[in-house]
């Protein structure tokens, strides 16, 4: 019979860590207000370390009593995760969370002026100096609350999956790079006097690689500077070419990256509310390849810009040249190799490679020193920082979680999920191939697509899915009650539709 | 311009309109009485469990039908008048045509045990099926299903997805042993207990007994069990929504009898999908088989050989695919649930993590005759290359990684199935 009797213990178990969450989180808004329930030296670790072993338990009170297998049971029925009051609420929480951060740091105690940290900021100095020696910021906060939040519901993610190998090994990939480079590794190279550095992200999305304060930071912190300088250059055009062209490029978006961390974890439980309907697909092409024709030409402006100081071995026009020869040759290439496939898509590609060639000619030979675009170089990456930095990737990107789905950043306005996406599209061995006529149109694989890619459509037809935008998930496969979809790294990256 | 009327907007009538109406001289009417649009009758599972919402279960964006100006109709075809060709509709509308397609489908088999009419007593077929049983689901803690087949599963699976209390009468001794092999329908049953599910074989419906109120409030089982419920699921199979035809000249026998080019025996008249039967059949194959992609074929074929591409239906080999709660199922050509004389299986299971493999070969070449997969995934293509080609057992087994499409990660049960042939199949089969 129905084993009514151990699911109740299960249920006790699960409210009781539901309780330690919240105690947690009330002695967080608690010190925010500057009311100290334990001492620093202890809750600035051991917080988000009970966080981790509470999500922990209560992942193995939800799980562990099921029969290993899909369970998006309700769904559409919680409130939470179907866009009523609760998932509205949280939204607002989060994008006020972030607005604070970015925009009003004081309010969570970030001391000014050499005044010490306050609230919340200053329960983490504990741990910050511990790993860096220095207080902590509102970044390192922000790091600790987003380390945490990447174990504590990559558990659960574990616990979920826990039947399907690839699912585990791609969380527990984010889950390490989060932890050891994103986080840890940085924070210990500073307390060793050397430039914080995050190996395992890369321009465009590391925006500031190129701005001159951290080229110059890189180029003289020595052997080891000069090869972390070296490193992001590889990663952009030898690695991440290379390992896109293998496996997709989920081997960032969904085993590396950081917002593709966040996402797949905290934001797992969102995942079906990406718009599916063919407008959303349009804005998120026009948008995201917009986004990145503006970063590249914003990079090859701020690069251009303080190589005209003269101080540097490049002069500024064969650096400009070099620049669009890099973009043009693999555009041109792209065209003439793949001419049948890209019809409608060559215009676009076209197009956007002659904007971009325009701005940066224009800019080159007609703004003034220290300007980009008639604009100064300071306020431009300022204006982008605020945009795309801060309001996109933040505000909107995690905040809209509970509306939009847990990849708006990645859909619409990651300009490195662009290129890759670009790279993925024409030039990679991934592709998601569909089995056969055994496909029933039921249509789970398009509603847990976090990227709002209409899965079934291909499938019901027998195509490959051959998408710029898929980040290899797994999931349309994983929830595909008829084993219908894999995802593949073909032999060729020609033919794969 | 062809007038092509079609009546059903299952899989069959849909897929059919649709490459139809892609040819300029013709105009489609869709007519149905179940929905105003096409829907994946296969989901509606999904719905009553929250997995997705009801305007998920369309595969077709909306936009697509008025693009191909395919005219769709909510009502019901009361009358067939063949010999002017013309349609009468419950609403008193009348639609002249000049190609007709029977896509009427299925309706659920029923016996008429004492209490069958009783309220709260439910199907699961028809969107309507589904609005009545969310209807009844707060007035339910215990429901009863009869029928141990692929539809009763679903719905055993649905119910506990809603915490409601199961009991699963199954008539055979094991769960759909007239299809799976002992071994396998034994690994199901295991599964469908550890599912909270009181699964009792061998037990057959006598009576569903009323509550006082017309309503059902418990079953009598052939056991003398008397079991309290709230709600009864017959699940007992489909047969072809033929029933109103009888009248007509139209060649019926348990389904719509067709040629290989899916003419009925009226001229201009069609039928595909569920409603159809088959005059010839393929070796191992039926001639009503009520599957989706059996319908999505013939929907294929009936509008090339309308459109003026005369294109036989023709079957090819076998497969399905189902879901017994979180153990899939795969099969490809014939694989009965016992040997014959002349034929033997291969089995290897994995019990703990619910996979089972099962080929059936020949004894004398050793030409391996179908597959059965459960809880691991094969490629369709690469089954059928193998059945097609008489491919010998041994050599299947060892190219057994060309078949897998399970998640990167998670074919590591290739190696113990080939160590496990190596060990099993040459001491039994030694010369």
């Known amino acids: ?497 | 311009m062809t007038r092509v009327a079609i009546i059903g907007n299952g899989v069959a009538g849909a897929t059919a309109a649709l490459h139809i109406a892609r040819h300029p001289n013709y105009s489609v009417t869709l007519i149905s009485d179940e929905t105003p649009y096409f829907f994946a009758r296969t989901a509606l599972m999904y719905v009553y469990m929250g997995h997705i919402r009801a305007s998920d279960l369309k595969p077709y964006p909306d936009t697509l039908w008025d693009k191909y100006h395919i005219q769709r109709i909510h009502d019901r075809v009361t009358d067939i008048d063949f010999q002017h060709k013309h349609l009468h509709l419950a609403e008193g509308n009348t639609i002249p045509y000049d190609i007709l397609i029977l896509a009427t489908g299925s309706i659920p088999h029923r016996i008429d045990w004492p209490g069958i009419h009783l309220d709260r007593v439910g199907y699961l077929y028809h969107l309507q099926d589904l609005h009545r049983l969310e209807h009844w689901t707060p007035h339910i803690r215990h429901a009863v299903i009869v029928g141990g087949g692929l539809i009763g599963i679903e719905l055993a699976e649905m119910l506990r997805s809603r915490h409601k209390q199961v009991t699963f009468l199954v008539r055979e001794s094991h769960f759909w042993n007239i299809v799976l092999s002992d071994s396998e329908a034994q690994l199901i049953d295991q599964h469908i207990r550890e599912h909270g599910v009181d699964l009792r074989l061998n037990t057959e419906l006598e009576e569903i007994v009323d509550d006082g109120s017309g309503k059902v409030g418990a079953v009598r089982t052939s056991s003398g069990d008397l079991i309290p419920c709230q709600y009864v699921g017959i699940t007992i199979g489909v047969k072809p929504n033929v029933q109103w035809l009888r009248d007509s000249h139209l060649h019926i026998d348990t389904g719509i009898v067709v040629d290989e080019f899916l003419r009925t025996n009226i001229e201009d008249v069609y039928a595909i999908g569920d409603c159809a039967q088959l005059q010839h059949t393929a070796p191992y194959r039926r001639p009503i088989e009520p599957v989706w992609y059996t319908a999505r074929e013939m929907g294929q074929c009936v509008a090339a050989t309308i459109t003026g591409n005369p294109t036989p239906y023709r079957q090819g080999l076998w497969y399905n695919s189902a879901k017994f709660f979180d153990i899939e199922y795969q099969t490809y050509g014939y694989v009965p649930p016992h040997p014959d004389p002349e034929t033997d299986d291969f089995l290897w299971q994995d019990p703990p993590h619910y996979r089972s493999l099962r080929i059936h070969y020949r004894r004398d070449n050793h030409a391996i005759l179908g597959i059965n997969a459960l809880g691991l995934r094969l490629r369709q293509e690469q089954c059928h290359q193998w059945i097609q080609q008489a491919t010998p057992l041994p050599e299947v087994i060892s190219q057994l990684p060309l078949a897998a499409f399970d998640p990167e990660g998670n074919t590591s049960y290739l190696r113990d199935i080939q160590q496990y042939f190596q060990a099993q199949f040459y001491t039994t089969n030694s010369p």
Request: hydrophobic fraction near 45%; glycine fraction near 8%; proline fraction near 5%.
């Open chain 1, 1 to 497: 019979m129905a084993p009514t009797h151990t699911s109740y213990r299960y249920k006790i178990v699960r409210h009781i860590a539901d309780g330690i969450i919240f105690l947690l989180l009330a002695m967080l808004a608690l010190r925010w207000m500057d009311i100290r329930v334990l001492p620093d030296t202890l809750s600035s670790w051991g917080i988000p370390l009970a966080f981790v072993l509470a999500m922990a338990l209560r992942a193995w009170a939800q799980y562990a009593h099921r029969p290993p297998g899909i369970h998006n049971n309700g769904v559409w029925f919680r409130p939470l995760t179907s866009r009523k009051w609760p998932a509205l609420t949280l939204s607002l929480l989060l994008t006020s969370f972030y607005v604070v951060l970015y925009f009003y740091p004081q309010y969570l105690g970030l001391g000014s002026d050499g005044a010490p940290n306050r609230g919340l900021i200053a329960m983490f100095d504990p741990l910050s100096k511990a790993l860096s020696g220095n207080p902590a910021s509102q970044w390192f906060v922000y790091g600790v609350f987003y380390t945490t939040a990447i174990l504590g519901f990559g558990i659960k993610f574990l616990m979920k999956y826990r039947h399907n190998r690839y699912q585990r090994w791609r969380t527990l990939s984010v889950m390490f790079f989060q932890l050891g480079f994103a986080f840890l590794l940085p924070e210990l190279l500073m307390a060793l006097n050397k430039p914080y550095y995050n190996f395992a992200t890369f321009w465009p999305l590391h925006y500031y690689y190129f701005d001159q304060w951290h080229v110059d930071q890189l180029l003289r912190a020595g052997l080891l500077g000069k090869w972390m300088f070296f490193w992001g250059l590889a990663m952009i055009f030898i690695l991440s070419p290379y390992l896109t062209y293998r496996f997709g490029k989920r081997w960032f978006c969904s085993w590396v990256c950081g917002c593709g961390g966040l996402a797949e974890t905290a934001g797992d439980p969102f995942r079906h509310l990406s718009s599916k309907s063919l407008r959303a697909w349009q804005i998120e092409r026009y948008l995201i390849h917009s986004i990145l024709v503006v970063a590249v030409a914003m990079t090859i402006g701020v690069i251009e810009s303080y190589l005209r100081t003269g101080q540097y071995w490049l002069t500024p026009r064969s650096f400009v040249v070099l620049s669009l020869l890099v973009v043009t040759l693999p555009s041109a290439w792209l065209l003439f190799t793949q001419r049948e496939q890209l019809a409608r898509d060559a215009r676009i590609l076209l197009a956007a490679v002659a904007l971009l060639f325009s701005i940066v000619l224009v800019n080159h030979l007609f703004s003034p020193n220290g300007e980009i675009f008639f604009v100064d170089a300071g306020t431009v990456r300022k204006w982008y920082g605020f945009f795309i930095g801060s309001i996109f990737s933040g505000v909107i990107g995690v905040g809209f979680y509970p509306i939009m789905g847990s990849r708006v950043w990645c859909r619409f306005g990651c300009p490195l999920a662009a290129i890759l996406g670009i790279q993925q599209k024409f030039f990679s061995r991934f592709r998601i191939t569909v089995n056969g006529g055994q496909c029933i149109s039921c249509g789970n694989c398009s509603v847990y697509c976090e990227m709002g890619i209409d899965v079934r459509d291909y499938a019901q037809r027998g195509k490959n899915i051959v998408r710029a935008s898929c980040v290899g998930c797994g999931i349309c496969a994983a929830v595909c009650p008829r084993g219908v979809l894999r995802l593949e790294n073909g032999p060729s990256y020609k033919n794969k539709a």
